[in-house]
C-alpha cells in the first residue's frame, strides 16, 4: 500500500522545538520531491517547505524561514522537518504530499503534489 506517515507533532510552548518525520512505504522516496504543508483552524491549506528529489533544491515559506529545515534520509525512507523557535502561529495540522515531480526542482503548490498523509497535530501554546 503506498503511503506517507507523519508523526513527531504534539503540544510545545512558544520557543520550543518538533521534529516531524514524514515516512514513505510502499514506495521509493528517492524519486520525488516532498513537501510539507500546514492547516491551521479556518485557513487554506499553506506550502510550508519542500525538498527535491536529488535534496539540492528546497524551499521555504517566508513566515518560517531561519526556523525550520527540511531534510531527507533516503536509506530511512524518510523526510524531515525540524522547526526551531516555534510560535502560536505555527499552529496547525502538517501534512507531507509526494510530489508529481522529480529531479533539482520542489514547488510549494499543493496541486503538484499527491500521495497526501494522514496528518500531525502541532500546537503551540503557553
Known amino acids: 500500500q503506498v503511503q506517507l506517515v507523519e508523526s513527531g507533532g504534539g503540544l510545545v510552548q512558544p520557543g520550543g522545538s518538533l521534529r516531524l518525520s514524514c515516512t514513505a512505504s510502499g514506495f521509493t522516496l528517492d524519486y520525488y520531491g516532498i513537501g510539507w504543508f500546514r492547516q491551521a483552524p479556518g485557513k487554506e491549506r499553506e506550502g510550508i517547505s519542500c525538498?527535491?528529489?536529488?535534496?539540492?533544491?528546497?524551499e521555504y515559506v517566508d513566515s518560517v524561514k531561519g526556523r525550520f529545515t527540511i531534510s531527507r534520509d533516503n536509506a530511512k525512507n524518510t523526510v524531515y522537518l525540524q522547526m526551531n523557535s516555534l510560535q502560536p502561529e505555527d499552529t496547525g495540522v502538517y501534512y507531507c504530499?509526494?510530489?508529481?515531480?522529480?529531479?533539482?526542482?520542489?514547488?510549494?503548490?499543493?496541486?503538484?503534489?499527491?500521495?497526501w498523509g494522514q496528518g500531525t497535530q502541532v500546537t503551540v501554546s503557553s
Open positions: 504530499a509526494r510530489s508529481v515531480y522529480g529531479g533539482n526542482y520542489c514547488g510549494r503548490v499543493p496541486n503538484e503534489y499527491y500521495t
Open positions: 525538498i527535491s528529489s536529488s535534496a539540492s533544491s528546497t
